[in-house]
């Protein structure tokens, strides 16, 4: 696709259960982020893929996240045993990338997601 | 710990105006990219300044980086109403693969 496209859009969750997050990246882009913002917030960065390379995942905030991205396109980010403080809305972000940061980043339109 | 913070965190002016924002930072980067919100959702990117630039152009945006400063300026000439958003500083770093983004800051342009 033309850009890059993230599902659900909405994400309504009982505290506890399980979510996943799908990201769709621009086709060609090796790099992938996923950040997450709070409301009224920046953006906290969680993890990053590049190509091939073992994934950096120092700014997931727990071992209840985690996130694969298969045959170097589409990602998933998983939320196990959700609690109300992930109530964010989940940005995924692709570039072309080679070890460094200088290009521009397109993201996706974001997952709200709520715990309740 | 967030690289860029955004000052001021809510700017309102009036449709014809020029906007500016301003972007500090503490360590040493790569270069320093802005990115606009509207409404909560996707950012879009609207330019990128490197590390051996000072001042860039597209449009009626101009930025400026002054890196013995830390610091970065995003001006909007001649506001319009489409232009209210959250506008966000990010900045690459030569030992990190992602982006650093500020807080941002609340631009109303109102008509």
């Known amino acids: 696709g033309a850009g890059v496209s993230q599902s659900p859009s909405n994400k309504v969750t009982e505290k506890g259960k399980d979510v996943e997050l799908r990201c769709d990246p621009i086709?060609?882009?090796?790099?992938l982020y996923w950040y997450r913002q709070s409301l009224g917030q920046g953006l906290e960065f969680l993890i990053y893929f590049q190509g091939n390379s073992a994934p950096d995942k120092s700014g997931l905030p727990s071992d209840r996240f985690s996130a694969e991205r298969t045959g170097g396109s589409v990602s998933t980010l998983t939320i196990q045993r959700t609690q109300q403080e992930d109530s964010a809305v989940y940005l995924c972000?692709?570039?072309?990338?080679?070890?460094?940061?200088?290009?521009?980043?397109?993201f996706g339109s974001g997952t709200r997601l709520t715990v309740v | 710990s967030q690289q860029g913070e955004e000052d001021p965190q809510a700017l309102s002016i009036q449709e014809g105006e020029n906007a500016t924002m301003n972007c500090s930072y503490k360590t040493s980067i790569n270069n320093l990219q802005w990115y606009r919100q509207n409404s909560g959702r996707g950012l879009v990117h609207l330019i990128l300044?490197?590390?051996?630039?000072r001042e860039k152009h597209s449009g009626r945006l101009r930025v400026t980086l002054d890196t013995s400063k830390k610091s970065s300026s995003l001006l909007i000439t001649a506001s319009r109403a489409a232009d209210t958003a959250s506008y966000f500083c990010?900045?690459?770093?030569?030992?990190?693969?992602?982006?650093?983004f500020g807080s941002g800051t609340q631009l109303t342009v109102l008509p």
């Open positions: 990010a900045t690459g770093r030569g030992s990190a693969r992602q982006l650093t």
């Open positions: 086709s060609g882009h090796t790099a």
């Open positions: 972000a692709s570039s072309l990338a080679f070890g460094q940061t200088n290009y521009g980043y397109t």
């Open positions: 300044i490197r590390s051996n630039e």
